[in-house]
Antibody, heavy 121, light 110 residues
Framework: QVYLVQSGDEVKKPGASVKVSCKAD????????ISWVRQAPGQGLEWVGW????????NYAQSLQDRVTLSMDTSTNIAYMELRSLTSDDTAVYYC??????????????WGQGTLVTVSS | QSVLAQPPSVSGAPGQTVTISCTGS?????????VHWYQQLPGTAPKLLIF???DRPSGVPDRFSGSKSGTSASLAITGLQAEDEADYYC??????????FGGGTHLTVL
């Protein structure tokens, strides 16, 4: 079984930044991509971006690309998502997921438990 | 407005069959990108249900099946059970937007 363990819930003020971590337990992420997806309260899933652990290549959603940075520490098997200039619209549960790439097709096979980021003054 | 269109809700009685549609366009599903389906039980993270249009991960019952044709895909659930009550999301890739999700469909088991 593959487990992705995310960091704890966060409360931030508007304009601040947040960094969420995602650690793989029991297996290495080096051969995979890590995808980040968010879900605002009562809403659907929104793709944030992905990072290829083996190369560091990233791909971001257009709506967030100016404010988000994905990174990976392969020595500790931990992926990170940093989101800057937070607004109330960024209040959501943020999920990391292991992403499988095969013949240009991508899907997420294992997901973290989610991290609630609340932006409030 | 999601790039992939799903009905907001569907319902069925135990034992019945329900189908959830996922309609895209020529820049995503119609561009030969695969469709994947996720199940999200209340208060939990999404779980992979169907990948590459019709493949099931180990442990997913064969009551769940997926198909794809043209610019659309479908998820069928046969022999509905109470524990199937959840939100279901389709996912694909768009040549302009990257990874895209459907808006989600809430399944109610009557």
């Amino acid at each position: 079984q593959v487990y992705l363990v995310q960091s704890g819930d966060e409360v931030k003020k508007p304009g601040a930044s947040v960094k969420v971590s995602c650690k793989a337990d029991g297996h290495s992420l080096i051969n995979y991509e890590i995808s980040w997806v968010r879900q605002a309260p009562g809403q659907g899933l929104e793709w944030v971006g992905w990072i290829a652990a083996y190369s560091g290549k990233t791909n971001y959603a257009q709506s967030l690309q100016d404010r988000v940075t994905l990174s990976m520490d392969t020595s500790t098997n931990i992926a990170y998502m940093e989101l800057r200039s937070l607004t109330s619209d960024d209040t959501a549960v943020y999920y990391c997921a292991r992403q499988i790439l095969r013949m240009r097709q991508r899907h997420n096979d294992y997901w973290g438990q989610g991290t609630l980021v609340t932006v409030s003054s | 407005q999601s790039v992939l269109a799903q009905p907001p809700s569907v319902s069925g009685a135990p034992g019945q069959t329900v189908t959830i549609s996922c309609t895209g366009s020529g820049s995503n599903i119609g561009a030969a990108y695969d469709v994947h389906w996720y199940q999200q039980l209340p208060g939990t993270a999404p779980k992979l249900l169907i990948f590459r249009n019709s493949d099931r991960p180990s442990g997913v019952p064969d009551r769940f099946s997926g198909s794809k044709s043209g610019t659309s895909a479908s998820l069928a659930i046969t022999g509905l059970q109470a524990e199937d009550e959840a939100d279901y999301y389709c996912q694909s890739y768009d040549t302009s937007l990257g990874v895209v999700f459907g808006g989600g469909t809430h399944l109610t088991v009557l």
